[in-house]
């Protein structure tokens, strides 16, 4: 498993007053499936943070935006780990509409203890589910630090 993807529509409140998407909201949108990606390998964010005390804060992230999306576009969201850190990841996102690509970006996540607030190195049990998802090179090489 390396690629993850998730459709969302565009909708009404996503939009500023001309019904182009409002880049907060697709933030906000990216936050989502983010949030999705770690139930998806068997992660939670009601267990990650609320059981095991552990927090996934974006510390990095650029977008670059090349064609606006309207009210009602429905959106794919296609996920890749692109790297597993010892306390951090790096993950890859294209989202697409109908006629290609829309936006992207790049993010990088860090493991953190929400008990005293410092990075953490990925618990032995989450870092196997995410180099099991990591991204596979072409030359068939993983990309872990």
């Given amino acids: 498993m390396s690629r993850f993807s998730f459709e969302r529509e565009l909708r009404f409140g996503d939009c500023d007053p001309s ?22 390998i068997g ?14 804060p974006t510390v990095h ?11 009602g576009d429905r959106l794919t969201f296609e996920l890749r780990i692109k790297r597993v850190g010892r306390a951090s990841l790096q993950l890859g996102h294209v989202i697409s509409g109908s006629d290609g690509a829309r936006w992207t970006a790049n993010q990088i996540l860090a493991a953190t ?5 410092r990075a953490i190195p990925w618990p032995d049990d989450v870092r196997a589910a995410l180099v099991k998802g990591l991204e596979i090179a072409a030359d068939g090489a993983r990309s872990i630090a």
């Fill in 43 to 56: 992660f939670p964010w009601q267990e990650l943070i609320t059981v095991r005390k552990i927090g996934t």
């Fill in 113 to 117: 203890s929400l008990v005293d607030r």
């Fill in 19 to 40: 019904g182009i998407a409002y880049f907060p909201s697709y933030l906000d949108m990216l936050n989502g499936v983010v949030e999705e990606f770690w139930a998806t």
């Fill in 61 to 71: 992230l650029d977008c670059d935006f090349s064609v606006p999306s309207l009210f």
